[in-house]
Structure formats: C-alpha cells, structure tokens
C-alpha cells in the first residue's frame, strides 16, 4: 500500500486560499480538494467543491446540517474520481470545522476509511481546518497509517486572521 504517512507540502499561498474559502463558508464547513503533479510531494492547487449536507445526502450523518458535516455532490465526487487518473490528481481532501478544531472526527475518519477496512477510501491525506466567525485558529494534515489501521496527525499549521 501507498505511504500516506509522509506529509505533503502544502505552500502558504495554497492555505491561504483554503483559509480564505473557510471563513467565507462559515458558519457552514467548507470542502474540497488540493491538487498536485502525480507522484509529487507538494499540492499547487485548490479545487472548491458544494457542500451538499443539506440536501440529506452524507453517508453517515445525513441528520447533521452543513454546520457540523460535509459531503461532496455528485458532480464533485466524480471529478475527484476523474482526477485520480489524472496528471493533477487529488492529494489531499479538505474541510472546515467551524467549533475552531483541527481534528480528524469520529464521522470524518469513518468517511475517510474503506468500507472494507482496508486503508483509505481515497489515495489521499486530508486537511481539517479549524476556524470561528473571526479567524482561523488551526489547521492539521492527517494520513493512514498502515502499522496502526487509522489516521494520524502528520502536521498542524498555525491560524490566520480574517
């Protein structure tokens, strides 16, 4: 299986621009996906997606509203499937927690898992980024980590102001 435990690199200008997308989404959690070179280590992109909780939708949590869950429409979820195959594929899946967290939750990690326990549902790590109405406090990257079956923290970034 693919190592997911090396963090990515993510440049400031890039998280600047997820931030950005973040405290416009709130109080809503923001999503998309970060792209890069396939087989390369940094992102160089970011690719917006709809937040669709509201329509019902989320696969475990379709009683959450789009303030506490996040799930891609189904125009989003296939270009993420296209751009696997892509020369830019996705690299990492972001989302916002608008309770000011970086954290990998309870949902996103069952989410974020193979239905068969496997491994990740997606070759990709994933970025959570805390904010409140006036900032953002934090963000983190996660990644699977064969040797223990679960996510782990790979990095945490600072905040930024609004």
Not at 69 to 95: C, E, G, K, Q, T
Request: net charge negative; aromatic share 8%.
């Amino acid at each position: 299986m693919t190592d997911f435990t090396n963090p990515l690199e993510i440049p400031s200008d890039i998280l600047a621009m997820v931030y950005k997308e973040a405290l416009q989404a709130f109080p809503a959690e923001c999503c998309g996906w970060l792209t890069g070179s396939s087989g390369g280590q940094a992102v160089n992109a970011v690719r917006p997606a709809d937040n669709d909780q509201a329509s019902g939708g989320h696969p475990t949590a379709s009683d959450r509203t789009s303030e506490s869950a996040y799930v891609f429409n189904s125009a989003d979820l296939m270009a993420l499937n296209r751009s696997l195959d892509s020369d830019a594929p996705a690299l990492i899946i972001y989302h916002s927690h608008p309770n000011g967290r970086a954290y990998l939750s309870d949902t996103d990690r069952t989410v974020a898992t193979s239905p068969w326990g496997d491994g990740p549902a997606y070759p990709v790590q994933q970025l959570v980024v805390g904010i409140n109405a006036d900032r953002v406090v934090e963000s983190a990257l996660f990644g699977w980590d064969d040797d223990s079956g679960e996510f782990v923290e790979l990095a945490r970034y600072p905040g930024a102001q609004a």
